[in-house]
Nanobody, 115 residues
């Protein structure tokens, strides 16, 4: 089992920045890819960014150049630095961890971008 706990969400004005964190515990040695997804009201959950155990990254087109995913394997934590935030970035952001045989999700943290 892997447990994921997100933090760092909140209210921010358009153009502002936030940094999300996701701390993993449990069978962390089994984790391969980690990522961030988001779900806006009335919409399906979508990929934001993913990072492999080797550090390769992939981003949704909508966040490229604005968001950066990083991973601290020593601290078992994955981060999402979000800059130049837009109102359309408003969503619940979920952390995800993949092992060879299972996928785990955190409970999410709300990001609201509004003036």
């Amino acid at each position: 089992q892997v447990q994921l706990v997100e933090s760092g969400g909140g209210l921010v004005q358009p153009g502002g920045s936030l940094r999300l964190s996701c701390a993993a515990s449990g069978n962390i040695f089994r984790i391969n890819d980690m990522g961030w997804y988001r779900q806006a009201p009335g919409k399906e959950r979508e990929l934001v960014a993913v990072i492999t155990s080797g550090g390769s990254t992939n981003y949704a087109d909508s966040v490229k150049g604005r968001f950066t995913i990083s991973r601290d394997n020593a601290e078992n934590t994955v981060y999402l630095q979000m800059n130049s935030l837009k109102p359309e970035d408003t969503a619940v952001y979920y952390c995800r961890a993949d092992t060879r045989i299972a996928t785990y999700w955190g409970k999410g943290t709300l990001v609201t971008v509004s003036s």
